[in-house]
């Protein structure tokens, strides 16, 4: 391992390339039906991700940033919203590969694969700065970019970016913290910031922990080694000063990271609490636990069936996507070098921490089944705002996929000196190869199941544990043979190697590759959706297209080809977007939706009508009522006798309240419709209020006249503007402080940290 005194080598290693070119070959051999566009990503990449994608991509190419999403849920706001990425530098360039209003799904596919290879190469980089040896370090590589939180989360796009640049993270992190460089503190921050905006805050909330339980394990090494090297005479800033200076090159990259995603950051703390995940019980937040049972998948991913593109066969704990969440493979080979390098080097501080982390992941992991989810969630902020402890498994693929490398660099060591530490591996491998083959012959932890289910589910296990034994089988002739030096050394890493990505392969090539062309997807409705285009041209309407299991348009849709649909898909959708009238047709007409979806369901079929009535987009009121409470404005909206042409009701007094109970008329033309945007002409000739079926949300303004006019909140989600008799010109725009603040410290933080990072360039080379 390497000596840490010496610091890290900054100098680029010779021949390094090599395994970048070999970890980007398998990477483009492994997903080669994706890139040759006879399979497709699949699930939330269709569902929520490529429609995030294209809009923002689309928007910005249009000259838009889209802070504001009119087009899903009646409207909500978009760069707020964590997941949409938007300043993610990746999906900032996807804006170049927009066509005519669209993007190409392959782009954002390409990006996502893209992301294997900088994992792969990320954590080679990290596993050679270790110590490991250049082709062990390869192996690390190759079982962290193939491993199961890598493949299993592909359709989790922003789980895969941050996961992509853990490794890099973490390596500058530990050079700030052991070669005291403030350049690489600053790089760390960066980097850190730059996968936080990937959008995935639960995966960022891991990474943080990790980073902190590192910091406390170098903050001891480091004490320690300070107060003995002044006891003993050799001088030194003792251990307090040395905790000091540990502390602060940790904080730097936390503190960067935070400042320089602000533009992201407040915005999301904007929206949070007003999201319909705002608060999640600890039942809520328990789903996707690790099951004890599932022990067996590190092994045996597939020991339980699997749920892929292609089928779902998943019998083991909890529902079909248990399989993914909590997928911790490593490939076989991987597991037992990390377990040899546990056994063989367990006192080497680092090896310990590593595997103490595993432990803790695992542990973390099986939420409700074990006390220790529970205290972080009741306990430490933040981490009970998420579901799915089981995706903790993450730590398990990254400190493995380093300890992998360890064991494979002993391993082959051990058997370059004929010892016999090497022939008792490969004979315990051989063994507990047996165990597992006759575990899955009798399929002892299945659950229990019925008739053809569990005939199903035992041939299932019997065959995965039958190519998992044969494939340790083989791993351990390859240590036998590279024991008896019938083997070279170069030969044994390479042909493990071979073996570590065919076991991949094997469990992970069809895990995403799915028979639905986005392209056909998005394009079965494509006469539907042109005639609605074309009657956009000339009118503002929404369209309301889902009824419980029935569905017109894709839930996001609407950000593809630009319809304005009632209904989306988003963990962190408003609370408050649909006006909880009396009747659901009197709902959709006051949100404009003047076509909404018909259900047959004697038939089961479904199809578009138009409304006979539908409130316009914009429209003049000239009653008010003030509720005391929020229960008392739901039951007056509620109210059969509520009529939204004659009253707006308020859960606090407006600045100006008119109550007009004659039916003035009155004339509204909205003149341009964007994103962020909305003109107006209103002509009226008493004092009212200009209603807007638009969805409220904190950052909305309107300037009347040029003056500014408070936008208010009323019949229980929807903007409002108080209005004067007369004529007026009325700019209704989305400018939330929080995106204005976080945009000027995220830019002087970028301007700091380059600042600083040249001053720390010339100290360190001063």
């Known amino acids: 391992m390497q000596n840490k005194k010496s610091g890290p080598n900054p100098s680029p290693e010779p021949w390094g390339w090599i395994v970048h070119v070999l970890i980007a070959g398998a990477v483009l051999l492994f997903f080669r039906d994706i890139l040759a566009r006879t399979a497709f990503f699949w699930n939330d990449f269709l569902y929520q991700y490529y429609a995030f994608r294209s809009f923002a991509a689309t928007s910005l190419a249009g000259g838009d940033i889209p802070l504001w999403n009119p087009y899903i849920f009646s409207g909500m706001p978009f760069q707020a919203d964590i997941q949409s990425a938007i300043f993610y530098v990746p999906n900032l360039l996807l804006t170049f590969f927009t066509d005519a209003g669209r993007l190409d799904y392959w782009w954002v596919e390409v990006s996502i694969i893209l992301h294997f290879a900088l994992a792969g190469s990320g954590m080679f980089m990290l596993a050679r700065h270790l110590g490991v040896a250049r082709w062990s370090a390869a192996f690390s590589g190759l079982a962290y970019c193939f491993s199961g939180f890598m493949v299993g989360h592909l359709i989790h796009q922003g789980f895969i970016y941050q996961a992509a640049w853990f490794p890099l993270v973490f390596l500058t992190f530990r050079m700030a913290l052991t070669g005291k460089s403030l350049r690489q503190a600053i790089l760390s921050g960066l980097l850190l910031g730059h996968a936080l905006l990937a959008g995935a805050p639960q995966i960022t909330l891991y990474i943080v922990l990790f980073l902190f339980f590192y910091f406390l394990f170098e903050l001891t090494l480091q004490v320690v080694a300070a107060r003995a090297a002044k006891a003993g005479g050799a001088g030194g800033a003792g251990g307090a000063r040395a905790a000091l200076r540990v502390a602060t090159y940790a904080a730097i990259p936390i503190v960067l990271a935070v400042s320089v995603t602000a533009v992201q950051l407040l915005p999301t703390a904007e929206l949070a609490p007003l999201s319909q995940r705002a608060e999640i019980t600890y039942e809520k937040a328990s789903e996707g636990s690790f099951a004890w049972s599932q022990f067996i998948m590190v092994a045996v991913p597939k020991y339980f069936g699997a749920n892929t593109a292609q089928a779902s066969e998943y019998e083991g704990p909890g529902d079909y996507w248990q399989y993914w969440e909590t997928n911790a493979y490593l490939g076989l080979a991987g597991l037992v070098f990390a377990i040899a390098a546990v056994v063989f080097l367990r006192r080497e501080p680092l090896v310990l921490f590593l595997a103490g982390m595993i432990g803790f992941a695992f542990l973390y992991a099986l939420g409700n089944n074990f006390f220790l989810h529970r205290l972080f969630h009741d306990y430490v902020p933040r981490f009970g705002d998420f579901r799915v402890p089981g995706r903790m498994v993450l730590y398990v693929c990254f400190a493995g996929s380093i300890l992998a ?63 998992a034994a044969g494939i340790l089988l083989a791993l351990a002739g390859l240590i036998l043979l590279a024991g008896h030096r019938r083997m070279p050394a170069w030969a044994f890493i390479g042909l493990v190697l071979a073996l570590q990505f065919a076991d991949a392969h094997t469990f992970g090539f069809v895990q995403n590759n799915g028979n639905i062309d986005p392209d056909l997807y998005y394009g079965s409705t494509k006469q539907l959706t042109e005639y609605f285009k074309e009657k956009g041209r000339t009118e503002l309407f929404r369209i309301n297209s889902r009824q419980e299991g029935y569905m017109i348009f894709d839930r996001n849709q609407g950000m593809v080809d630009g319809l304005y649909l009632m209904e989306g898909y988003t963990p962190l959708g408003l609370a408050r977007f649909i006006p909880p009238m009396n009747t659901w047709d009197r709902t959709c007409e006051l949100m404009n939706a003047k076509y909404r979806i018909v259900v047959d369901e004697e038939n089961n079929s479904m199809s578009i009508g138009e409304a006979r009535y539908y409130a316009p987009r914009a429209f003049m009121v000239y009653g008010s009522y003030v509720a005391a409470t929020a229960d008392e404005a739901r039951a007056r909206i509620a109210d059969p006798s509520f009529d939204p042409r004659a009253e707006v009701v308020f859960e606090t007094l407006p600045p100006a309240l008119y109550n007009d109970s004659v039916a003035h008329q009155s004339i509204v033309s909205i003149e341009s419709y964007r994103l962020n945007e909305i003109r107006l002409t209103v002509e009226t000739p008493a004092n009212g209020y ?74 360190e080379n001063g």
């Open 405 to 467: 490398g360890f064991g494979l660099q002993h391993v082959a060591r051990l058997a370059a000196e004929r010892s016999k530490a090497a022939r008792v591996l490969s004979m315990c491998i051989a063994g507990v190869a047996v165990l597992l083959f006759i575990s899955g012959q009798v399929g002892i932890l299945l659950p229990a199941l019925e008739g053809a289910r569990m005939a199903a589910a035992l041939d299932t296990a019997a065959s995965t544990t039958m190519l």
């Open 690 to 763: 200009l209603v807007l079926s638009e969805v409220w949300y904190p950052g909305w303004r309107a300037y009347v006249d040029g003056v500014e006019t408070p936008v208010l909140q009323a019949d229980w989600c929807l903007r409002v503007v108080p209005m004067t008799a007369g004529k007026h010109t009325v700019i209704v725009d989305f400018s939330p402080s929080s995106f204005k603040t976080g945009a000027w410290v995220s830019t002087l933080t970028l301007a700091l940290s380059v600042a600083g990072f040249v001053l720390g360039r010339k100290k």
